[in-house]
């Protein structure tokens, strides 16, 4: 069960409830000007009536210090005597956050801290001086909005990628969750016949934003910092996967089988469909030759050019 116990920001209960009924997670009834410490208790004994194991009391945000409010949440642990009290705090905040922190664990048995936004260009930082002054543990990380943008911290993953050697584990198991083991079976099945066809390509489009787009992908590779640069220096953003994908769906059937039949009249067809130019899909194929290329030599196991070095200039020159 899930309990807001935020009543100072406008809707803070209302957007609870309403998370709780996306992801089937039942929530306590609010009961509008009740107090934090009154909900509380309201919370344990409806846990208990509706046999919920769990309750994750939801408090108000302190993006600073605040001495009436740290008296609340003293007031609050002394009510529930939690088994877990975790910090959430942003880690684009930098200082402010390791204050806040020091200031959670003097007044409250603090046991962890859920870091947010770590997908962004400064993460890792805030993880180093937080765990410093609160000494306790990061016990997970955000990386996006959803509700499934959640992983479990490794403290040697995310030195790996300050230090911008990648996060390759990491990136498996994300693209085990959310790609599915079915997806990922057909695309081995592909890759060792050696076939690629642009309906592969569109699922491969579709399944990288579903990992955050190219920069959720991009961030936990190899050299990414290198990577980053060159996908800045070439004005390569998130509009191209989806402009690719408006193409791809406007080709016929057999054009996706078998992208060597489209000519001129069949590029103007495929522009005018998907709100492009003929330019785009002149691009669009001679990335997809090159990708069909990369994908025969790795049913081979022979790609060259992938390794730390960053994207290859070949690849990136047909991106640009």
Same mark, same amino acid.
């Given at each position: 069960?899930?309990?807001?116990?935020?009543?100072?920001?406008?809707?803070?209960?209302?957007?609870?409830?309403?998370?709780?009924?996306?992801?089937?997670?039942?929530?306590?009834?609010?009961?509008?000007?009740?107090?934090?410490?009154?909900?509380?208790?309201?919370?344990?004994?409806?846990?208990?009536?509706?046999?919920?194991?769990?309750?994750?009391?939801?408090?108000?945000?302190?993006?600073?210090?605040?001495?009436?409010?740290?008296?609340?949440?003293?007031?609050?642990?002394?009510?529930?005597?939690?088994?877990?009290?975790?910090?959430?705090?942003?880690?684009?905040?930098?200082?402010?956050?390791?204050?806040?922190?020091?200031?959670?664990?003097?007044?409250?048995?603090?046991?962890?801290?859920?870091?947010?936004?770590?997908?962004?260009?400064?993460?890792?930082?805030?993880?180093?001086?937080?765990?410093?002054?609160?000494?306790?543990?990061?016990?997970?990380?955000?990386?996006?909005?959803?509700?499934?943008?959640?992983?479990?911290?490794?403290?040697?993953?995310?030195?790996?990628?300050?230090?911008?050697?990648?996060?390759?584990?990491?990136?498996?198991? +994300?693209?085990?969750?959310?790609?599915? %083991?079915?997806?990922? /079976?057909?695309?081995?099945? #592909? $890759? @060792?016949?050696? =076939?690629?066809?642009?309906?592969?390509?569109?699922?491969?489009?579709?399944?990288?934003?579903?990992?955050?787009?190219?920069?959720?992908?991009?961030?936990?590779?190899?050299?990414?910092?290198?990577?980053?640069?060159?996908?800045?220096?070439?004005?390569?953003?998130?509009?191209?996967?989806?402009?690719?994908?408006?193409?791809?769906?406007?080709?016929?059937?057999?054009?996706?089988?078998?992208?060597?039949?489209?000519?001129?009249?069949?590029?103007?067809?495929?522009?005018?469909?998907?709100?492009?130019?003929?330019?785009?899909?002149?691009?669009?194929? +001679?990335?997809?030759?090159?990708?069909? %290329?990369?994908?025969? /030599?790795?049913?081979?196991? #022979? $790609? @060259?050019?992938? =390794?730390?070095?960053?994207?290859?200039?070949?690849?990136?020159?047909?991106?640009?």
């Amino acid at each position: 069960m899930m309990v807001s116990l935020d009543v100072y920001r406008p809707a803070a209960q209302e957007q609870l409830k309403s998370l709780g009924e996306q992801n089937n997670i039942l929530t306590l009834p609010i009961i509008e000007g009740q107090l934090p410490a009154d909900i509380c208790r309201r919370a344990v004994s409806a846990a208990n009536l509706n046999g919920a194991e769990i309750i994750l009391f939801d408090t108000a945000g302190r993006t600073q210090i605040d001495l009436q409010m740290m008296s609340e949440i003293k007031q609050i642990e002394n009510i529930i005597n939690p088994t877990e009290t975790f910090l959430v705090a942003d880690s684009l905040t930098g200082q402010v956050a390791a204050e806040v922190a020091k200031e959670f664990k003097n007044t409250v048995n603090l046991t962890g801290i859920i870091l947010t936004r770590t997908d962004g260009d400064a993460r890792g930082g805030a993880a180093v001086s937080m765990k410093f002054v609160s000494q306790v543990p990061i016990k997970f990380l955000g990386i996006g909005e959803k509700i499934d943008n959640i992983e479990v911290f490794h403290p040697d993953r995310i030195a790996n990628r300050i230090l911008g050697m990648g996060d390759i584990v990491s990136l498996v198991e +994300k693209a085990a969750q959310d790609l599915g %083991e079915e997806n990922i /079976k057909k695309a081995e099945e #592909n $890759l @060792k016949k050696g =076939s690629f066809s642009m309906q592969d390509y569109l699922v491969q489009l579709r399944q990288m934003k579903k990992m955050g787009g190219i920069e959720g992908v991009m961030s936990f590779m190899p050299g990414v910092s290198k990577i980053k640069s060159q996908m800045d220096q070439a004005g390569i953003d998130e509009k191209i996967v989806t402009q690719n994908e408006a193409v791809i769906l406007s080709m016929t059937k057999k054009e996706r089988e078998n992208p060597k039949i489209i000519d001129g009249s069949r590029k103007k067809r495929i522009a005018n469909g998907s709100g492009t130019d003929v330019a785009t899909i002149n691009k669009l194929l +001679k990335q997809f030759k090159m990708m069909s %290329e990369m994908m025969k /030599k790795m049913s081979k196991g #022979n $790609l @060259k050019g992938m =390794s730390d070095k960053g994207i290859p200039p070949e690849l990136l020159n047909q991106l640009k």
